[in-house]
């Protein structure tokens, strides 16, 4: 079996070595000549599946995305083919939970906050809606849910509309990029509705750019307007504007599912796939390969544990502000968007790590929060 995956995926080869003739591919030059007799087709973002792609792929069997979107597939066209298609939804919900969460802890030493004093908004209860709200439940904050289509399918939880959305402290975005039908998402936070947000607030988009008009929002800081924005997507990837930049809070190069596991998650999630369509039994799994963290256990002390020990604690993990450095320093020079986002640090959750917090008054908020005790 002729199998081409992209060389973003982590642990492909060892996932599906024994399945036949395994290739790499990068997304940034891959040609249709290059895997033209593929049978299985597995692609990360970078990867635009189209007919200018695989048309002459004459013996495709099914193409896998090992990414939560699939924006970059042309499913009207597999359609077209009968070729059957998968994305790994979920994949990485945790990981951008976390990255948030990693937002919400660094924003909140910078303003002064205590977290649990403030609401927030939570845009899209999808999968990476959904594991935030576990995360924001581990830190005692209140929260709001906004999903039209969720709560026209009949979903139990309680929705609110946009307006009460808008008075929240925090609004973080999770929704697809969707042009069109009754709930569109493109420009959603457009001009109107940017020049709604307060100096107070904080909006955090880690889902996808279009969903924040760029332009408009450029717009309204060179107004002066004093708005608190932490961007971790951006409109027309990889070519960003970069005059955006400077005036966002935290900036990173849409890296916030880009954990070990997130990735990884991905690719498991494409074996698992792929395994049950071709009736294969499963022989891999990830724990097998994943890396043993730098630091598998954190001793905390058993008293007087403060919420700026929980935020060191998270920030130990992961510290968004050492991307949002990295991204500033670099993000002028030819091609470093993709090359941050290709060449990313070994990032683990919280899951990884065990911590010793005792019976301190946190504890039970660390631990909710993915921390594994000892």
Known sequence: MKIYYE?????????FADWGDCQSFSGKTVKPE??????????????????????????????ATATAGFNHLDIDYLAQRNIPWYSAAGCNSISVAEYVVSVLCVM???LGWTLPDKTVGIVGAGQAGSALSK???????????????????????HFVEMDEIMQCDVISLHVPLIKDGPYPTEHLFEYNR?????????????????????????KLFEQNRK????????????????????????????????????????????????????????????????????VSVIELGQQNVTWQDLYALVKQVYDVSLDDQLFRTSIEQPGQFEYIRKNYAIRREFAALQVSAGNCPLSQAIYQLGFKPV
């Open 7 to 15: 060389d973003s995926m982590p642990y492909a080869e060892a996932f």
């Open 34 to 63: 290059d895997i033209v007799d593929a049978e299985l087709l597995f692609v990360r973002s970078t990867t635009k599946v189209n007919q200018s792609l695989i048309g002459g792929c004459h013996n495709l069997k099914f193409v």
């Open 108 to 110: 909140a030493e910078r």
């Open 135 to 157: 995360k924001l439940d581990a830190l005692g904050m209140r929260y709001l849910l906004c999903d039209p289509p969720k709560q026209q399918q009949g979903d139990p939880r």
């Open 194 to 218: 940017l020049t709604q947000l307060s100096e107070q607030q904080l909006l955090i988009n880690a889902c996808r750019g279009e969903i924040v008009d760029n332009q408009a929002l450029l």
């Open 227 to 294: 708005l608190h924005v932490v961007l971790d997507v951006w409109e027309n990837e990889p070519d960003i504007n970069i005059a955006l930049v400077p005036y966002t809070q935290l900036a990173t190069a849409h890296i916030a599912g880009h954990s070990v596991e997130g990735k990884s998650n991905g690719t498991e999630m494409v074996y698992q796939a792929a395994a049950a369509l071709l009736n294969k039994p499963v022989k891999h799994h990830l724990n097998d390969y994943l890396p043993a963290p730098d």
